[in-house]
């Protein structure tokens, strides 16, 4: 900078290092990143375990609520299923804090008592024949071949000069 009226000057430097982070500051934070990945990750992992415990259960109601499945599961298992989804939801919103484990066993012991039941009840709406819910009107596209065992039911292919 120059003072034209006198021609006196100096040199200034203007920097930009207010309000940044220092390379010492930066370290710490990485360091300190580093030190809680692992405690991150099992956070992680309790929140994905309880996530999908309160998915399922939600998923079991609303599966033996379905109009579509009404007469095809008794009302005794549907009030058993109820039971149980509600009771871990309970317990879900009793125990908010607990470890990955507990949630983890939660869901088996519900699975236990749903699977059962819901496997059962595909079996009995066709799901046997076509491994559907009422079964695949002609089978599966691209399925097994015929039982004949003529085996020619694919398409024929035909080549073109």
């Not at 000057?9 to 309000?19: E, L, M, R, V």
């Not at 699977?115 to 491994?131: D, F, V």
Request: glycine letters at 10%; hydrophobic letters at 30%; a negative charge.
């Amino acid at each position: 900078a120059a003072d034209k009226s006198t021609g006196k000057s100096n040199k200034i430097t203007i920097t930009n290092d207010k309000g940044r982070l220092s390379k010492e500051e930066i370290e710490r934070m990485v360091a300190d990143a580093e030190k809680y990945k692992n405690e991150d990750e099992e956070v992680k992992e309790k929140i994905a375990a309880k996530n999908a415990l309160e998915s399922y259960a939600y998923n079991m109601k609303s599966t033996v609520d379905d109009e579509k499945l009404k007469d095809k599961i008794s009302e005794e298992e549907k009030k058993t299923i109820l039971e149980k989804c509600d009771e871990v939801l309970s317990w879900l919103d009793a125990n908010q804090s607990a470890e990955k484990d507990e949630f983890a066993h939660q869901q088996k012991e519900l699975e236990g008592v749903c699977n059962p039941i819901i496997t059962k009840l595909y079996q009995g709406a066709g799901g046997a024949e076509g491994g559907m819910p009422g079964g695949m009107p002609g089978g599966m596209p691209g399925g097994a071949p015929p039982a004949d065992g003529s085996g020619n039911a694919g398409p024929t292919i035909e080549e073109v000069d």
